[in-house]
């Protein structure tokens, strides 16, 4: 069964760091197109960044600066470190992915499988 487990959420005051992790089991993730996804309360689902097979990153606006994933291959786990984090990066973070190599997209509907979510509260 292939499937994507996310963790690494929580409650974090404005300013403060978090680390995401999204763990693959039943394929291995450097065959497969990366991507982290946020959905705030009453809003659509947005891109936040997508990855290569070849671990080229594209960061959306909002987030460019202040997050950056990384891969650990041999954990087939994908993070998303998330630093210096505002009230209005308040809201529940996926990954996804797909099996393509050599692009990514922030386009959700592109993706296959889907982590279950993990929420982020960034409140003093």
């Known amino acids: 069964q292939l499937q994507l487990v996310e963790s690494g959420g929580g409650l974090v005051q404005p300013g403060g760091s978090l680390r995401l992790s999204c763990t693959a089991s039943g394929f291995t993730l450097d065959a497969y197109a990366l991507g982290w996804f946020r959905q705030a309360p009453g809003k659509e689902r947005e891109g936040v960044s997508c990855?290569?097979?070849?671990?080229?990153?594209f960061y959306a606006d909002s987030v460019r600066g202040r997050f950056t994933v990384s891969r650990d291959s041999a954990k087939n786990t994908v993070y998303l470190q998330m630093n210096t984090l505002k009230p209005e990066d308040t809201a529940v973070y996926y990954c996804?992915?797909?099996?393509?190599?050599?692009?990514?997209?922030?386009?959700?509907?592109?993706?296959?499988?889907w982590g279950q979510g993990t929420q982020i509260t960034i409140s003093s």
């Open positions: 990855t290569t097979t070849g671990d080229t990153t």
């Open positions: 996804a992915a797909r099996q393509r190599r050599g692009i990514a997209t922030m386009d959700a509907a592109w993706y296959d499988y």
